[in-house]
């Protein structure tokens, strides 16, 4: 067997009390690709982020190609041929490609000479790997997925043979991330190594040759992808095995509580987002918004929510109309709960203690306080029992908010919005980022409120949320409505409807 | 990602306070050294000069009314997450406030006139200060810029105001005529009337109380009002409050509205306590003090007072030292002020990462 390209040997690592890696032992084999899958905390960015420089180990070693190395910082990673392509692109927007490659690596005070060089070189980089992109291009004009592209360029310009990848499909259109894979899979065919870091079972079984688990900061288990099964690699995920699937009963749907009628918004540049969309949803049924993320759902929800006023259409809720009202605060006490797509950033405020966060929206609430003021003993003892009703770890109301991980911010954000028991609740991504466990909790909770009779209106980007949550789907490509379907449509079907193609002709 | 380990509180608002301070009485001991002048003695100097003494006690206390009342002026607005670099200006145009109520309407008793000479103060330093608001909110002009253009404009403003409308005929000191009736009892005035007690003369008055009880109300303003609540969120993240039905617009203006109406009670402090007329530039600098105490205070009503009385012992202590040392003028206590401020304010986290390894060393 040939030397690793990576070995990282009895990796030890704590922040305070937190112990992130355990004793870590992991081999990468050289020209494979590794996944490292776990749930959200279970170590593996803290992991890689040693492998990288970010952060030192307490004890242990790396050996690259078998000799022992010091990796101090990036530049050391870098150094050693070590490319690291993160979650949030390290890019400047208004740079171009080439700017962004050069970047780091100038080599003197005048620029011209580093560009030529790097022009040639992206050239033939993007022959020998297929990742065309046009060096002249402004990097914050382009979609996501190049921008990704020029990432995996700029660690390839360094001279990268190993590269590591953080959830690079997070952010990605199906589409698009088929396009990495082969990328990948080109990069391992001419010799390079890949570590893939994710917690999506299926792109582990699509493109890994070998997988590593992590568990609470152990490395629990390596498979050869071959051998190994989903149900395998979740269980060991979670350390128990755990439902795929959403038990749930027939719909039994009563009257209408949301009514959307050929709704438009345009953006400043006048672009029609949101295009004359129209649908319905009843009370005791959950219908879902599929689509590729930026097909105009966040802007749809933002409308119903009352945050964007919409530029034409009739938005009905409860007989009422409401579209031209634009007062978040007005439909929540008209019986409207939001769960938003981003809890980081309007779900919830990181700096606040969960007590206060978890009043976020509702802070007017008579109940919370006479007149003007916020009693804190019934915001603390609220946000206690939401926290126990939801099994929200730690349950601490004094706790920041930032403090919580994605799963447990997002019950919070969830026992906030469906214990004001809402005629609808409306859920972007109810599980974007969440560890597999409490994704099965949330799930169970959203089918409850739905047999409690109550309305729901759910998008997400992950097809088999929708698929198994919904009642009814409606599939959403460049803003406009592409079709419905009922929950049993299969998913070649609605995958093609996600793709704007519609009876066999592409819109 | 695991976050990084936080230090225990004591250490966070105690501990490193503490040390950085020491730094700034070590920087300010190597000034001294360097004027030939012996950093002991002259430090025990100040400190003796601002709380070895009933009269020093009363002046440190009455100049840190002024910082109280300017700090939660700044607190406020920041945490609205804005800077209001106005105070100064809101304070001193409230001073036409206080000084339009105390002289016009003498003729009524003083329990009906002192409150409306404070309510007016606070109602023009809240004008001062919502302009700017508004002008932040509905038009996007940077709240830093406007705020430093009002204090020029209420500078000019007033110089013009008290010269011309104000300044009793045939007067050469360019002031207001004097309160007589609706102005707010010193301590000296009140020993000697009261309880027949020789009380140091100081400009020490009773809005000292309204100062503590104005940080006790803004303590509860900002955590335990909804209002209070809506200003933090919006501060905070205002994408998070839009979410949450905020309107950040009006928040902003209604945020630097208090924030003015806070700046103007130094004018409460001054005309109708210290000084009973109005008189040019009474501010003194209490405006950008603030920042400071503000800064050092961490917004927080108690770090406020804290540091409010901190800038006060500085004043004082600072005032004797001047004339005890003929070589040290009133510039010297302004480096210190200085160095103070950017021991605690602006390298407020050098020993953060170095106490943090330590502690995180000691866990294990």
Known sequence: MTTPAIELIHIDKRFGPVHANKDVTLSVGQGSIHGIIGENGAGKSTLMSILFG?????????????????????????????????QHFMLVDPFTVLE?????????????????????????????????????????????????????????????????LDEPTGVLTPDEADHLFRILGTLRDQGKTVILITHKLREIMAITDHVSVMRRGELVANFETKDTSVDELAEAMVGRSVLLHVEKGKAT????????????????????????????????????????????QSELLDCIAGITKPTSGEIIFEGKSIGQLADPRHLREEGLAHVPEDRQHRGLITAFDASESSILGWQFEEELGHGFR?????????????????????????????????????????????SSNPDLL??????????????EFIHKRIIELRDAGKAILLVSVELDEIRSLSDR???????????????????????LLMAGVQKGVAA | MSQRGELPKWVDVGLIPALNLLLALLATSVIFLLINENPIECLGIMIKGAVGSLKGWSYLLYYTTNFIFMGLAVAVAFHAGLFNIGGEGQGYIAGLGAALIGLNLEFLPWFITIPLAILASVAFGALWGFVPGYLQAKRGSHIVITTIMFNFIASSLMVYLINYWFRPIGKMAVESREITGAYILSFREIARQFFDFKYPASPLNLTVFLAFLVAWAV??????????????????????AIYAGIKPQRIIMIAMAVSGGLAGLVAVNEVLGAQHRLLLEFVQGAGFVGIAVALMGRNHPIGIVLAAMLFGLLYQGGTELSFAKTHINRDMVVVIQGLIILFMGALENAFRPWLTALFFKADD
Not at chain 1, 69 to 81: C, E, L, R, T
């Open chain 1, 54 to 86: 970010f952060y030192a180990a307490d004890s242990g070693e790396i050996r690259v190609k078998g000799q022992p190395v010091k990796i101090k910082s990036s530049s050391d990673a870098i150094a050693q041929g070590i490319g690291m392509v993160h």
């Open chain 1, 100 to 164: 962004n490659v050069v970047l780091g690596v100038e080599g003197g005070a005048l620029i011209g000479p580093a560009l030529a060089k790097a022009r040639s070189e992206l050239k033939r980089l993007a022959d020998d790997y297929d990742m065309q992109v046009n060096p002249d291009a402004i990097v914050g004009e382009l979609p996501v997925g190049l921008q990704q592209r020029v990432e995996i360029l700029k660690a390839l310009y360094k001279g990268a043979d190993v590269l590591i």
């Open chain 1, 253 to 296: 749907p009563g009257e209408m509580v949301l009514e959307v009628k050929d709704l438009v918004w345009r953006d400043s540049k006048n672009v029609a987002r949101v295009d004359h969309v129209s649908f319905s949803v009843r009370k005791g049924e959950i219908v879902g918004i599929a689509g590729v993320s930026g097909n105009g």
């Open chain 1, 374 to 418: 916020l009693n804190r003993k019934k915001v603390v003892e609220s946000c206690l029992r939401e926290m126990k009703e939801f099994d929200v770890r730690p349950a601490n109301p004094l706790l920041k908010s930032a403090k919580f991980s994605g799963g447990n911010q997002q019950k919070i954000i969830l026992a906030r919005e469906m």
């Open chain 1, 426 to 439: 409306i859920i972007g991504q109810p599980t974007r980022g969440v560890d597999i466990g409490a994704i």
């Open chain 1, 473 to 495: 789907i409606i599939v959403m490509f460049a803003g406009k409505v592409m079709g419905e379907r009922d929950s049993s449509a299969d998913e070649r079907d609605i995958g």
């Open chain 2, 219 to 240: 303590w509860y303003f900002l955590w335990r009002t909804k209002l209070g609540y809506a200003i933090r969120a919006v501060g905070l993240n205002s994408d998070a």
